[in-house]
């Protein structure tokens, strides 16, 4: 009948097709009951019609468009139920005589609906349910309701057979009983066509809300006006695409695609859907307000508030709010207004609220735990939003009317100790079980939120209260699983109840760095607690971090889990600098860190930031055993291995920090694979930041200068291969640190003389000696001295360089340049003679007699500074007079009574390496009558 009537444009074929849809749904609730092959057949012969009802012109009412989405929408959401109560009774889908059971048939009615682009066509009803809104007319409006609940059962019954009824755990949960084994980045997907199709369906809904606003409407006017079930799954279908898509976060809250300017950006505004769930929140509030106030009045506009599933209805608001303030920062948006809008007494009317659903005392609910989890978690995600600036009173929103709405650091640590074990699914269509609030926000992830932005606006005496009460112990006691709190109640935190997603987890090691000026030795001095924050850079953890499809999850997550790790345990380190330690570190991109990250309190828990310096230099040598001993360095180089390649900066420089301490910690970080070919190509090919790049170049020029032991792994490494393009790089910083590294490679023994020829680094060293930087000179000479050094070898291509470090004797250049110059003339006479006929015609040995004879004036000055600096220009420049005086040429050249003259004046020198090199130059001249001119 449905298909005879469909093309027809008669009134009274138009009337049998709407009545036959409705027949159709209520075949459908009674043959639900039972799944068989008829059934299936007939549902996938509704699907296939449906395309049609939706294209149909001939129905100004809207009626057709109605029923039939009607029935798609029971249909789905029938098989979505049915699916899951076999999950929960028999754990599984499948049957063991192969049959075509009801679990069966279900799964191909999802996986047909999802093959013939239902999904598709729901939306375009959604479009056009929104367009007649916009025009005017409401004629199409109710089939909004219908529509969203049909997208929602395909999403929930795709997502049951992609998963099999299993949920995916935290990373943080995972890691407690991870092994050896295989890990597998994703969990709980048994059939990845499925679980890409649920994906899939999420994106599409979020591509039709970003291109076309009459969905936009027709979503907000559902939420307005539909019935309590509708509203629970609209509000799950919002979720998942703001987690799936925070593109469509934008479109939420009402902000343009092409406004980019995050500086004056309202969004959140009334007529959006962020405005529409802010409004299901006060009207809550509200409702909760009158009912104590015992003067509720019952109208229209209360109606939805009398239900008793109002409570879950604000729960899920708050949860989906959050993720659309999540999407919004993780796509660059930044500042309240874009989310709160404009309007300074509506930011406040809705903070007051969330600050009422959060309170722990405030009502007597059947949720309570969800009801204060879900609120802080939203309030937690808005406060995030002026992270960025981090100084109380840059904004509007951070004055002290609206900080005292985030509970005190008393009550929040008295929350996170609250077991939530026992949360159940009930009414509100989501799980606290396993300490989630959702599939993607843990239970804490909230209050956690809150309790770091305390810490962080809060100053040296929250500092203080939040160690007072135990707070960083307690969050080192949720990372490690919530079974290690040693606090003043013994046990309070379930085994494996932690309840923070990877979200969370950032929260938590902020506020714990927040609080290390009081808890360094609480903290990082104990095994146990160093321990729990290393695991969380262990190569399991961050694998499940990378194949996290919520927020902080993917290369965002990996980036941020490992900075905050290595803000904490770089602490010591960081705050010695601070204070003026005279031990820094030689990683380039630490020492261009002025102060501590994070707004850190130094002089919190009643010390000045001198005696915390003093306490954290007594006990380094015991951190540095307790990092030893957790095996920091193979967590460190993990990283590397998984971290992209613009994100290597943090770990990168604490490896160079920890070479540069000792040969121990260098041995260790070889052994585990630091100079590996494919993880130094990561590191050195350019495309990452800067930074890597120079502590690259510092560790191994550490490396190569601590022992030759270490030239093995470093040729091993193909770094010769890397120096050409390091050598040549725009970058002063890079060319001056390569041209170190090389001098190091050059230091013990010619091992990579051949190399170097092989990839012409010679030449390139030696057009470093006239580089436009001064810096990159200076270690230029460095590298071309060493590398004349152990042999003849190079002598032929270094021929080229004589006239180069002629000329910067003669220039006007620092004395460590003109000390490197005149060592490497030196080293390219020390083999053989085969360059001083060069030496002689460049007029290198007459620029080291000028060099001298410059120095020679300051020297012998009464007034000057005492000479401190062993390897002077002048002393070498005398050295390098010595060595070429072995060969009779230059001998002969420098048989000249000027020489001789300004040697018997230097011989009056106090310093005895000045009067022991010219001894050393006069013996070559036994005519006593020439050294006595």
């Not at 309701?145 to 395909?154: Q, R, T, V």
């Not at 407690?176 to 899939?200: F, L, N, R, Y």
């Not at 009459?214 to 703001?242: K, P």
């Not at 009779?888 to 005895?912: E, G, N, T, W």
Request: proline share 3%.
């Amino acid at each position: 009948l449905i298909r005879a009537t469909m093309g027809s444009c008669t009134p009274q074929h138009v009337n049998l097709l709407i009545k036959g849809f409705g027949v159709h749904r209520k075949l459908i609730e009674v043959g639900a009951n039972k799944m068989d092959s008829c059934f299936l057949h007939h549902s996938v012969a509704l699907l296939r019609l449906y395309p049609q009802a939706v294209a149909c012109a001939n129905d100004p009412s809207g009626r057709v468009l109605y029923e039939s989405t009607a029935c798609v929408g029971l249909l789905l959401t029938r098989v979505a139920f049915g699916l899951a109560r076999i999950i929960i009774s028999v754990g599984t889908l499948e049957t063991t005589d192969g049959a075509m059971d009801g679990g069966n048939i279900m799964s191909q009615i999802m996986v047909q609906a999802h093959n013939l682009g239902t999904v598709e066509q729901l939306c375009l009803c959604l479009v056009t349910a929104g367009s007649c809104l916009i025009s005017g007319s409401c004629t199409s409006a109710p089939v909004a309701g219908e529509a969203c609940k049909a997208i929602w059962g395909l999403i929930s019954g795709l997502n049951i057979v992609a998963t099999k009824g299993k949920r995916q755990n935290f990373p943080l949960a995972r890691i407690q009983g991870c092994s050896d084994e295989g890990i597998a980045e994703k969990q709980g997907v048994e059939d990845p066509k499925a679980e890409h199709a649920s994906k899939t369906i999420a994106e599409t809904v979020a591509g039709f809300l970003m291109k076309a606003r009459s969905m936009h409407v027709a979503m907000c006017y559902a939420l307005l006006h539909g019935s309590e079930s509708t509203l629970s799954f609209i509000l799950q279908i919002l979720l998942r695409c703001s987690v799936i898509s925070p593109k469509v976060c934008e479109v939420l809250c009402g902000i343009s695609s092409q406004d980019h300017s995050s500086a004056s950006i309202h969004g959140g505004a009334d007529g959006t859907v962020v405005g529409a769930l802010f409004g299901l929140i006060v009207l809550h509030r509200n409702a909760v307000a009158a009912k104590e106030a015992s003067s509720i009045t019952v109208n229209g506009s209360d109606s939805i508030a009398k239900s008793s599933s109002m409570e879950g209805l604000a729960i899920q608001s708050c949860l989906v709010l959050s993720a659309i303030a999540q999407g919004l920062r993780s796509h660059g948006r930044h500042g309240i207004t874009c989310f709160l809008t404009a309007s300074l007494p509506k930011q406040l009317d809705r903070l007051t609220a969330l600050a009422q659903l959060a309170s722990v005392e405030n009502f007597e609910e059947s949720f309570p735990q969800q009801r204060c989890s879900a609120a802080m978690l939203l309030l937690a995600s808005i406060m995030l939003f002026e992270q960025v600036t981090a100084i109380p009173g840059s904004c509007p929103l951070f004055n002290d009317k609206v900080i005292t709405l985030i509970p005190s650091i008393g009550t929040l640590c008295s929350q996170l100790k609250v077991d939530t074990s026992n949360i159940k699914e009930e009414r509100t269509g989501w799980s606290g079980q396993g300490g989630m609030l959702t599939s993607w926000h843990g239970i804490r992830d909230g209050c956690v939120g809150l309790l770091e932005m305390r810490l962080r606006f809060g100053g040296a005496s929250a500092v203080e209260q939040a160690c007072t009460v135990g707070t960083p112990l307690l969050l080192v006691s949720l990372l490690s699983g919530g079974s290690k709190y040693s606090g003043t109640s013994a046990n309070v935190l379930q085994e494996d109840s932690a309840g923070l997603s990877p979200a969370g987890v950032i929260c938590a090691l902020s506020a714990i760095y927040q609080c290390l000026p009081g808890a360094f030795l609480d903290v990082l001095l104990k095994k146990d607690s160093l321990m729990t924050l290393l695991t969380l850079i262990s190569e399991p953890h961050l694998k499940y971090i990378r194949g996290w499809d919520g927020y902080c999850g993917g290369t965002i997550g990996l980036r941020e889990v490992v900075s905050k790790v290595i803000d904490n345990i770089e602490f010591p380190f960081m705050m010695l600098q601070q204070v003026g330690s005279s031990s820094p570190s030689t990683s380039s991109s630490i020492l261009n860190c002025s102060v501590l990250g994070g707004g850190l309190q130094l002089g919190g828990i009643g010390t000045g930031s001198g005696e915390l310096a003093k306490v954290v230099t007594e006990n380094m040598p015991h951190y540095w055993q307790l990092l030893q001993e957790g095996h920091v360095v193979s967590q460190l180089v993990s990283c590397l291995n998984i971290l992209d390649v613009k994100d290597l900066n943090r770990p990168v420089a604490f490896i160079a920090r920890m070479v540069q301490s000792s040969k121990t910690l260098a041995t260790e970080v070889i052994s585990e694979g630091l100079l590996s070919a494919a993880l130094v190509a990561k590191m050195l090919d350019g495309t990452g930041s800067k930074e890597v790049v120079l502590d690259t170049l510092v560790i191994i020029s550490d490396l190569a200068r601590m022992s030759k032991e270490f030239y093995g792994p470093i040729g091993e490494a193909h770094v010769i291969e890397h120096m050409k393009f390091l050598l040549s790089h725009p970058d002063a910083n890079v060319r001056s640190k390569a041209c170190s590294a090389l001098g190091n490679m050059c230091r013990h023994t010619p091992y990579f003389y051949k190399e170097m020829v092989k990839h012409d680094i010679v030449n390139m060293l030696i057009d470093r000696c006239s580089d436009p930087d001064k810096r990159v000179r200076k270690f230029a000479c460095f590298a071309v001295g060493n590398a004349a050094y152990h042999n003849d070898f190079l002598y032929e291509q270094l021929r080229r360089c004589i006239p180069h470090l002629t000329n910067l004797l003669l220039g006007d250049e620092e004395d460590k340049t003109k000390a490197n110059a005149s060592g490497a003339l030196s080293n390219l006479v020390r083999n053989s003679s085969k360059l001083c006929d060069d030496i002689i015609s460049k007029g290198a040995i007459q620029a080291l007699l000028q060099l001298i004879t410059d120095c020679s004036a300051t020297t012998l000055s009464p007034s000057r500074c005492k000479e401190t600096n062993n390897e002077s220009s002048l002393k070498i420049a005398l050295f390098s007079l010595g060595n070429m005086c072995i060969h009779a040429p230059c001998r002969q050249y420098l048989c000249s009574p000027d020489l001789f003259h300004v040697l018997m004046k230097l011989k009056k020198s106090s310093d005895p390496t000045i009067i022991k090199y010219i001894s050393r130059i006069t013996s070559k001249f036994p005519d006593a009558s020439m050294q006595a001119r």
